[in-house]
Each structure stands twice: as structure tokens, then as C-alpha cells.
């Protein structure tokens, strides 16, 4: 029987693999060690090749496809209802094999090694901007203890670490005062390593030309524009804007039923840390909004005399993903909107 389709379920070293043919009927299954999958793969005639879009899953499809397989990626959550037993790799591998064939399933496309690289920047600098937040929360709480005490943010704590270092025995022992001056030191170094993260992120977003777009957008900077650029692989995967947004997380959760509409919350669905990025970006756009005479902060003000300030953030980072799903589609730059 020729293979047809194959479910491939991922895993750090033992990976399982699902064969059917192109009437759904199981021709083997197997289980094949990392270092044996390519060459199993490459002595099967060119087939479709599905696999959950998880960790690693991006370079196992850049290596499949090498070899002449089509590759699908898709998200773990839409796989999960193909499961019909117990969870284990041989159901996953076949909960995947049946997923792939389906007509409606949603794929997501394969990113390139650079693209991948620049998310590994974002990682790391978002690694290291949390461990900056834990040595400054550290520092505070320990000189706390002393009697120690500052203004929140960078140069409170800057002032404070001045104070540790001029401090005496009789106001802060001097077992406490090395223990501070060590978590200064490895402040330093990751305020360092942070800002040099910010320089090799500004440099690539110098280079692409989607990215340069995508900073026009009031509240999209060089760290969303970048991330941005890098994530959204194929723009024309989603049919409209509110497509784009709500892969993100960022439109109303449904609990509707009986021709009634319930809407709650948002769904907080996919990526968590682009989410993040358009919501932060939307705060300082809603804060600027309140002072500025321009016709688009008239929208922001008019929901603000109605809705919570957090529920306008939220309502702004929605509208900023639709205009970059707009900007990506058709390749152009942000037009502010003109006054009525």
C-alpha cells in the first residue's frame, strides 16, 4: 500500500510515526530514534508530513522538506480533539495523522532559520529583563530589613545601591552590605547584556523593510516590530484583521447558545508574548490619547468616558493588530486617518 500521509508526534529523543494510505488505512507504525528519522523519511516516496507546531517542530520541517515531503504544522490545541483514546505517542501520532487530512484544519506556516534567530532574541531578552526585575525586587526587599528604603523604578534603585555602598556597620551590617553589592553587580551585568540585545534587535529591524513598516504604527516600537515581523510568517493564512486579532487573544470569548450572543472576556489565545507587546504598546497610546487634539485620539476618548481605562488598552491593542495585519497584507506603511 502507498503512503500517503504521515502523523509525525515529536519528542526529545524516541519520535513515534502514524502511516496511512490514501484511503485512511493504517499501513505501519513505528517508533524511530532521533538520529534515524531523516534517513526513515528519506526511503518513503514524497508524502504529507504532519506534526504538532511545537518545540523544535519549525527545524524538523526545514529538514523534512529538504528531502521532497510536504510538511503541515499545526496547533497542538486543534489536534487534541482528534485524540480517541488514552493520551501516548502511538494515539498522538494518529491523532495527528487524522488532523492533517482534514479539509477545515488551520496550519501554521514554517519559519525560516532567520526568523527563528530573531525570536531567540526576543526569548532571551525577555529572559533577562524578568532576572533584572527579580534582582531589583531582591535588593529592595533586603535593604528593606535595614530601614533602607526608595522610590520605585531604574534610578530608585540606582540611588539606593549608592546608599548601600556608602551605608556604615551601624546601619547595615557588613555580611548584608557584600550580599547587596553582589546582586548590584549582576544588575549591572544583565542592564549590559540587555542593552546589548537591543542593539542587534535594532539592527536587524534596520534591515527589513516589514519591520520599518510596522514601527509607523502609533504604539509599535522596535522590540514589537520586530517580534512582529519575525512571528507572522504568511499574513494571507488569516481572511481579515479580526482574524489576525483574535489568534492573538485579543477578541471576546463566546459562550453563545440559542441564538443569544454572550460575550466575556478575551480569549487570551496564541501567542502570549506578541499579546503582551500590542497591550503595552495600546497603554501608552491610551495615555497619550488623553492629552492629544489628534482625530484618532477622539475614538480613545470617547471610550474612555464610557469603559474602564484597562478595557480601552485592551479595545486599542486590538485595533493596532488589524493594522498591522492590514500594513503586512498589502505592504504598506500606517496612514493616520484624516479629521471628519
Same mark, same amino acid.
Given at each position: 500500500?502507498k503512503?500517503?500521509t504521515?502523523?509525525?508526534?515529536?519528542? &526529545?529523543?524516541?519520535?513515534?510515526?502514524?502511516?496511512?494510505?490514501?484511503?485512511?488505512?493504517?499501513?505501519?507504525r513505528?517508533?524511530?530514534?532521533?538520529?534515524?528519522?531523516?534517513?526513515?523519511?528519506? *526511503?518513503?516516496?514524497?508524502?504529507?508530513v504532519?506534526?504538532?507546531?511545537?518545540?523544535?517542530?519549525?527545524?524538523?520541517?526545514?529538514?523534512?522538506?529538504?528531502?521532497g515531503?510536504e510538511?503541515?504544522?499545526m496547533?497542538?490545541?486543534?489536534? !487534541?480533539?482528534?485524540?480517541?483514546?488514552? &493520551?501516548n505517542?502511538?494515539?498522538?501520532?494518529?491523532?495527528?495523522?487524522?488532523?492533517?487530512?482534514?479539509?477545515?484544519?488551520?496550519?501554521?506556516?514554517? !519559519?525560516?532559520?532567520?526568523?527563528?534567530?530573531?525570536?531567540?532574541?526576543?526569548?532571551?531578552?525577555?529572559?533577562?529583563? @524578568?532576572?533584572? =526585575?527579580?534582582?531589583i525586587?531582591?535588593?529592595?526587599?533586603?535593604?528593606?530589613?535595614?530601614?533602607?528604603?526608595?522610590?520605585q523604578?531604574?534610578?530608585? =534603585?540606582?540611588?539606593?545601591?549608592?546608599? /548601600?555602598?556608602?551605608?556604615?556597620g551601624?546601619?547595615?551590617?557588613?555580611?548584608?552590605?557584600?550580599v547587596?553589592?553582589?546582586?548590584?553587580?549582576?544588575?549591572?551585568?544583565?542592564?549590559?547584556?540587555?542593552?546589548?540585545?537591543?542593539? @542587534?534587535?535594532?539592527?536587524?529591524?534596520?534591515?527589513?523593510?516589514?519591520? !520599518?513598516?510596522?514601527?509607523?504604527?502609533?504604539g509599535?516600537?522596535?522590540?514589537?516590530?520586530?517580534?512582529?515581523?519575525?512571528?507572522?510568517?504568511?499574513?494571507?493564512?488569516? @481572511?481579515?484583521g479580526?482574524?489576525?486579532?483574535?489568534?492573538?487573544?485579543?477578541?471576546?470569548?463566546?459562550?453563545?447558545?440559542?441564538?443569544?450572543? *454572550?460575550?466575556?472576556?478575551?480569549?487570551?489565545?496564541?501567542?502570549?508574548?506578541?499579546?503582551?507587546?500590542?497591550?503595552?504598546?495600546?497603554?501608552?497610546?491610551?495615555?497619550?490619547?488623553?492629552?492629544?487634539d489628534?482625530?484618532?485620539?477622539?475614538?480613545?476618548?470617547s471610550?474612555?468616558?464610557? *469603559?474602564?481605562?484597562?478595557l /480601552?488598552?485592551?479595545?486599542?491593542?486590538? *485595533?493596532?493588530?488589524?493594522?498591522?495585519?492590514?500594513?503586512?497584507?498589502?505592504?504598506?506603511?500606517?496612514?493616520?486617518?484624516?479629521?471628519?
Amino acid at each position: 500500500m502507498k503512503i500517503t500521509t504521515i502523523g509525525l508526534d515529536l519528542a &526529545k529523543s524516541v519520535f513515534q510515526l502514524h502511516a496511512v494510505d490514501a484511503n485512511g488505512t493504517l499501513v505501519w507504525r513505528k517508533k524511530v530514534r532521533r538520529a534515524a528519522l531523516l534517513d526513515t523519511l528519506s *526511503k518513503i516516496p514524497p508524502c504529507l508530513v504532519g506534526m504538532e507546531a511545537c518545540a523544535t517542530a519549525h527545524h524538523w520541517a526545514r529538514e523534512i522538506s529538504v528531502l521532497g515531503h510536504e510538511v503541515r504544522l499545526m496547533p497542538p490545541a486543534y489536534v !487534541k480533539a482528534y485524540l480517541r483514546r488514552q &493520551k501516548n505517542d502511538a494515539a498522538d501520532a494518529e491523532a495527528i495523522c487524522e488532523a492533517v487530512r482534514r479539509p477545515t484544519m488551520r496550519f501554521v506556516p514554517a !519559519k525560516s532559520a532567520e526568523r527563528q534567530a530573531v525570536l531567540v532574541l526576543h526569548r532571551s531578552r525577555e529572559l533577562l529583563v @524578568r532576572q533584572r =526585575t527579580m534582582l531589583i525586587n531582591a535588593i529592595r526587599a533586603h535593604c528593606a530589613e535595614f530601614g533602607l528604603i526608595a522610590v520605585q523604578g531604574a534610578s530608585g =534603585t540606582r540611588d539606593l545601591i549608592d546608599r /548601600v555602598g556608602q551605608a556604615d556597620g551601624s546601619i547595615l551590617p557588613e555580611v548584608a552590605r557584600g550580599v547587596v553589592m553582589l546582586l548590584a553587580q549582576q544588575l549591572d551585568a544583565l542592564v549590559a547584556q540587555i542593552q546589548a540585545l537591543n542593539r @542587534r534587535l535594532l539592527s536587524w529591524h534596520r534591515q527589513s523593510e516589514e519591520s !520599518k513598516r510596522l514601527a509607523t504604527i502609533p504604539g509599535v516600537g522596535v522590540i514589537s516590530a520586530t517580534a512582529l515581523a519575525a512571528s507572522v510568517t504568511d499574513p494571507a493564512q488569516f @481572511r481579515s484583521g479580526r482574524e489576525f486579532a483574535a489568534s492573538l487573544g485579543l477578541v471576546p470569548r463566546q459562550n453563545s447558545s440559542g441564538g443569544k450572543d *454572550k460575550l466575556g472576556r478575551i480569549s487570551k489565545m496564541g501567542d502570549r508574548y506578541l499579546r503582551k507587546l500590542l497591550v503595552v504598546g495600546a497603554t501608552s497610546v491610551v495615555r497619550r490619547a488623553r492629552t492629544s487634539d489628534a482625530p484618532a485620539a477622539n475614538w480613545v476618548r470617547s471610550l474612555l468616558e464610557r *469603559k474602564p481605562a484597562r478595557l /480601552v488598552t485592551v479595545a486599542m491593542a486590538n *485595533k493596532t493588530a488589524r493594522i498591522v495585519w492590514a500594513i503586512m497584507a498589502r505592504g504598506e506603511t500606517y496612514r493616520a486617518p484624516a479629521e471628519a
